[in-house]
């Protein structure tokens, strides 16, 4: 479990592929992850990976064909940057919401406009997604924790402060770009329990 409060970015320098799975391996810089160890869950760019090599400041994890193919990891490539964050432990603090790390679809930037010294960003997700996501509600867009603004049809707009501009891969995002969205966890479990799912 994680809170969507992105602690660094890590940059993917190696990617093997194997039996039609991929092993990546990511350097996660001057990024403080705590004490990893093999068999840890981190998130990467919002997708829960396992740590099943570690060497310096590189882990390496490996990405079934059904992830790389549901989220935007099948498309990154060597020199990609990523979000990254350790798993919540006892006693940490909940900054975000509870993600999962369990990608529900793939959404697209489409609208970026400055505001004073934030931005205002408008993503569309999948159809099926779209009655999950509420205004004032919360969102993991590549595994931030993002609060909703407002809602219309199969889009939603969220406000980015500088400082998550500066820190996650939300900076280098461009328009008509791809990003894993995953929807608030109490959300799907409201529509499971009232039936609309």
């Not at 979000?83 to 006693?91: Q, T």
């Not at 959404?107 to 931005?119: N, P």
């Amino acid at each position: 479990m994680f809170t969507g409060i992105v602690r660094g970015l890590g940059t993917i320098v190696d990617q093997q592929v194997q039996d039609g799975d991929t092993r990546l391996t990511i350097d996660i810089g001057d990024t403080d992850l705590g004490a990893i160890a093999i068999g840890d869950s981190i998130a990467v760019s919002g997708v829960c990976l396992t740590a099943t090599e570690i060497k310096g400041s590189r882990f390496a994890a490996d990405v079934s064909k059904e992830t790389l193919s549901l989220t935007t990891l099948g498309e990154r490539s060597v020199g990609s940057t990523v979000n990254l964050e350790a798993p919540l432990r006892a006693g940490d603090p909940l900054g975000g919401h509870m993600v999962a790390g369990h990608v529900d679809g793939i959404g697209v930037l489409e609208e970026m406009v400055a505001d004073a010294r934030s931005w205002r960003l408008t993503f569309s997700v999948p159809k099926a997604l779209a009655h999950y996501v509420a205004p004032k509600g919360s969102v993991a867009v590549d595994g931030i924790s993002l609060t909703v603004n407002e809602v219309v049809g199969r889009r939603f707009g969220v406000n980015i402060i500088p400082h998550t501009m500066n820190n996650t891969s939300l900076g280098a995002t461009r328009i008509g770009d791809r990003v894993n969205i995953e929807i608030d966890i109490i959300a799907r479990y409201l529509a499971r329990i009232a039936g609309h799912e």
